[in-house]
């Protein structure tokens, strides 16, 4: 059972995980550290954020109606890719022992902060650079690391979207929560089965996805991101730094 203090510790850093995720395509530097804060194990830790991680995709699309719109058949042609891929890294998680899995995630977050500080071309929209063989691949790929361990799997998508579509970022934003939404819901039901999901954990942290989600593309629309992704990679750097220092000592 959870103490007050640490269902309100999960609800915020749920919350600003929705919210960097649905911005800046990062969400788990904040959510899986408030996890292993309570006292889960890594393993626990990153199956728990999996599983609450579907409502961050269920409030974000919600939140991105208008800049769906004309993208259901692209969507179509990639999900799948996506889908396997987050089978595929679901799969590979539960059979990767924990210690290794400990030390692996400061470099998986280490990648994340600098993925999102990589300058995406702006591509007048419609001018497509990579065939859509290729998109598939490459989403694949990020599904693959999506089930896996997802952090900023979504700045990877949204990289990959705007360099070989065109698009903005909203537009970018919006088919990336679906993408994400369907390799996170994948790896979600995978993992309900294994018995390491905490329910306790994962409702409170689930309702903070949801609400970050759900504000999070009002703001992709408003606000300028560059101070917004600045900030998220520094918290993910210094997240990275105390992890492996954890992991290492």
């Known amino acids: 059972m959870l103490e007050i203090s640490q269902i309100v510790l999960l609800v915020a850093a749920g919350t600003a995980a929705g919210l960097s995720g649905s911005v800046a ?4 530097i904040f959510s899986y550290p408030a996890l292993l804060l309570i006292g889960l194990n890594p393993i626990d830790a990153n199956i728990t954020n999996a599983v609450a991680l579907v409502f961050i995709s269920i409030g974000s699309i919600t939140g991105s ?10 969507i179509k042609k990639i999900a799948p890719a996506n889908l396997i891929g987050g089978i595929l890294g679901a799969t590979l998680l539960l059979v990767t022992p924990s210690t290794t899995f400990q030390k692996i995630v400061p470099f998986l977050l280490a990648l994340a902060s600098i993925v999102i500080l990589i300058p995406r071309p702006q ?5 497509t650079r990579v065939k859509l063989r290729t998109l598939q691949i490459l989403i694949g790929s990020i599904g693959v690391y999506c089930g896996y361990f997802g952090a900023a799997s979504g700045a990877m998508t949204l990289a990959v979207l705007i360099q070989t579509l065109g698009v903005n970022m909203a537009k970018a934003n919006a088919v990336k929560n679906v993408l994400l939404g369907v390799s996170n819901t994948i790896a979600a039901v995978i993992f309900i089965f294994t018995g390491h999901t905490h329910w306790a954990a994962a409702v409170p942290l689930a309702a903070g996805f949801f609400i970050g989600g759900r504000i999070g593309p009002s703001i992709v629309r408003r606000v300028p991101q560059q101070k917004l992704k600045i900030f998220v990679a520094l918290m993910g750097g210094c997240v990275s730094v105390w992890m492996g220092i954890k992991a290492f000592s």
């Open 25 to 28: 395509g990062i969400a788990s």
């Open 65 to 74: 109606k208008r800049e769906l719109i004309g993208r259901s058949d692209l």
């Open 123 to 127: 591509i007048a929209e419609g001018d």
